[in-house]
């Protein structure tokens, strides 16, 4: 049974990194557009009289570029049942426009429907895996009409309504690079294989970044760490998190009173903790970062373990000494690592690597996210790399800054997709950052993370 929700989310986040990638959703179009055209001719042959029912996105405008091939051999007639909102759908609105051949009507009301059946091929390309809730009129008119025809139907991606009581009842399903239903006929639209397991601007836009009017709506979040010999550390993942959440709360071992007056003075979102309120911190957050900076010793170790037990269904993320200090059972369902090549041996006393971290993963049944030239993100079962970051990335403190990141994502989205997204921002503030200077540090980079988050929104 195909899982619609994934499905979709997978696409939507693949469609977003295509032009990042250099391979843009215009090609990918042009390419759907000609596969559907060629397996309708092969299914049914040529001299056909094709109705093509046109909705307001990408599977519109793939219906839209099918019926210029379409109309080479056919007799075609495009009905738009929405505006195009989507700048490629809208483009090859444009190009059939200027084809003569094709005979286009809007459709508002039943008037607005043909004669029943007159055509011998119907084309559903009206709404796809983004359908939220029921069809809406006139969408839910035209299935209902469509289901009513002789003629033989041809659903693109899914049928319209999918799942739904009101679906359109397709004879073939033509669903663009991955099945998406079962049965589905795959329209190979040219996307590198390699391109689905690479983060990019996709896993950005698929964050949910709330912005309420009242504090602790964005999410709140609480940074364990630091050490005498080690207060740098946290400092460069409170300064990446704080413009990504409401507020952060910090809580520190350490007994320097320099380190916590620095501390206050690098964040205006920031709440430093005494040890008798740092339940309650955590209680209020939505996600909780142990490591960056923290000493490996006795105390520490009853400390995260002691956290991890009490909070049993809170969200983590684990870093530096607290990974190494963590019992592993406590990883399940709800943790995020984030080691580097020699943390991830002393922890799992293997070499690092994309198979290990994907079985080390699946087998503690948490997010690994590998740091290294190329970033490796695996839940166990999917596998993604991160290709964006440089050799300055290597400078002390990056690393801290991608653990305070992916805490500050995940505390309105789940850890999975935070790492991921989390990944590519931060290699992206890096790059960044060097274009513009050939020396920088962990805070240039976690200062640059909102000008990065901004870039990949645009993309």
């Known amino acids: 049974m195909v899982d619609y929700a994934e499905t979709y989310h997978a696409m939507k986040v693949l469609d977003g990194n295509l032009e ?8 990918a179009m042009e390419k759907a557009g000609q596969g559907i055209a060629d397996h309708v001719t092969k299914r049914f042959g040529r001299q056909n009289k094709i109705a093509i029912f046109v909705g307001p996105g990408n599977k519109g405008g793939d219906g839209l570029a099918a019926a210029r091939y379409l109309a080479q051999k056919n007799d075609v007639h495009v009905f738009l049942v929405a505006e195009q909102k989507t700048r490629e759908s809208q483009t090859n609105l444009e190009r059939i426009q200027k084809n003569k051949k094709i005979k286009i009507r809007h459709v508002k009301t039943q008037k607005d429907l043909p004669l029943q059946n007159v055509f011998d091929v119907y084309v559903d390309a009206l709404v796809g895996l983004g359908l939220d809730g029921e069809l809406r009129q006139p969408v839910r008119r035209v299935v209902t009409w469509l289901n009513q025809q002789q003629g033989k139907k041809v659903a693109v991606d899914v049928p319209t309504g999918h799942g739904g009581d009101t679906a359109f009842n397709a004879d073939v399903v033509l669903s663009m690079h991955t099945p998406k239903v079962s049965g589905a006929v795959v329209v190979d639209i040219g996307i590198p294989k390699k ?15 709330n912005r309420g009017a009242h504090k602790g709506e964005n999410g709140v979040i609480t940074v364990i760490g630091g050490s005498n010999q080690y207060h740098g550390a946290p400092r460069y993942a409170v300064e990446a998190a704080k413009s990504f959440c409401d507020l952060v709360y910090f809580y520190t071992p350490s007994k320097k009173s320099m380190f916590l007056e620095g501390m206050k003075t690098k964040s205006r979102a920031f709440s430093t903790l005494k040890k008798s309120q740092l339940h309650t911190a955590i209680q209020k957050s939505d996600c909780v970062l142990m490591g960056p900076g923290l000493e490996e010793n006795a105390a520490n170790k009853k400390l995260v373990n002691g956290i991890l037990t009490r909070f049993p269904k809170k969200k983590f993320v684990l870093d530096a000494g607290a990974m190494m200090m963590a019992d592993k059972k ?3 369902s709800r943790a ?26 699946r087998k503690h049944q948490c997010v690994v996210l590998l740091k290294g030239k190329v970033d490796v993100i695996t839940e166990g079962w999917k596998t993604f ?9 290597t400078r002390g403190g990056t690393g801290d800054v991608l653990a305070g990141l992916v805490t500050a994502l995940s505390s309105q989205n789940d850890l999975f997709l935070s790492a991921q997204a989390a990944a590519f921002l931060n290699g992206l503030a890096g790059d960044w950052v060097a274009r513009r200077q050939r020396m920088f540090s962990a805070d240039d980079v976690a200062r640059a993370l909102p000008e990065a988050y901004e870039k990949a929104l645009k993309k």
Do not use: D, I
Not at 198 to 205: A, D, M
Not at 386 to 393: P, Q, S
């Open 330 to 332: 406590q990883f399940s």
């Open 20 to 27: 990042w990638f250099g391979y843009s959703v215009m090609k």
């Open 336 to 361: 995020c690592l984030t080691p580097h090549a020699g943390e991830f041996k002393r922890c799992f006393g293997l070499e690092a690597s994309a198979s290990n971290a994907k079985a080390m993963a």
């Open 195 to 209: 391109l689905e397991n690479y983060v990019g601007p996709g896993q950005v836009n698929a964050l949910t970044l």
């Open 385 to 393: 790399e991160n290709v964006t970051g440089n050799a300055g990335m």
